[in-house]
């Protein structure tokens, strides 16, 4: 007999989507979505992005250091499961004074996380520049580009800041 203080488990979430069409959060965490690349991790992880829930504090988002030289911040996600992006919801929670003060999404089908590079020519614009607010839920539907499935999408901040979530709902394909 005894206990056990932790367990860790390893891997990732590969869920079975039943029907095509289903619509869903094809970013969250447990539905296989899980960022895989970014250009800075200096006070927050980029897997914090698509954790369930709201952030709890700056702690449990997304945030880059000052940006000095020419260039923006990114992060690069795999979706569960290829799909047609419909709405977006990105959250600045608890980023005050160090949000960003505009956001991009580029997305694309990829074969493989290998091909998901930032230097790929195969992004396309899914949401062009768009401002955001600080410690605030933004919603996007109407900006979103009709650009068919994606198995991968790129976000694009500038200059640089926080993040504390991002959603992307839309149907399996």
Not at 45 to 69: I, K, Q, V, Y
Not at 72 to 100: C, M, Q, R
Not at 119 to 140: C, G, I, N, R, V
Request: net charge negative; proline share 5%.
């Amino acid at each position: 007999d005894g206990g056990v203080a932790r367990l860790r488990l390893y891997g990732v979430v590969r869920p079975k989507f039943g029907t095509i069409g289903v619509s869903l959060d094809l970013l969250a965490l447990e539905n296989g979505g899980r960022a895989i690349a970014c250009s800075d991790e200096h006070f927050g992880s980029m897997h914090n992005l698509n954790a369930p829930g709201r952030g709890f504090n700056m702690g449990d988002g997304w945030e880059t250091a000052r940006r000095r030289g020419p260039g923006n911040d990114w992060v690069i996600f795999e979706l569960g499961s290829p799909g047609i992006i419909k709405h977006v919801e990105l959250d600045t929670a608890h980023f005050k004074g160090n949000y960003p003060d505009r956001v991009s999404l580029e997305a694309a089908l990829f074969d493989s996380d290998e091909e998901a590079t930032n230097e790929s020519a195969k992004w396309q614009t899914l949401l062009p520049d768009a401002k955001l607010k600080m410690d605030q839920q933004h919603y996007f539907d109407d900006a979103l580009l009709e650009i068919g499935p994606v198995s991968h999408v790129r976000m694009s901040i500038y200059p640089d800041g926080g993040v504390s979530r991002i959603r992307l709902f839309g149907q399996v394909h």
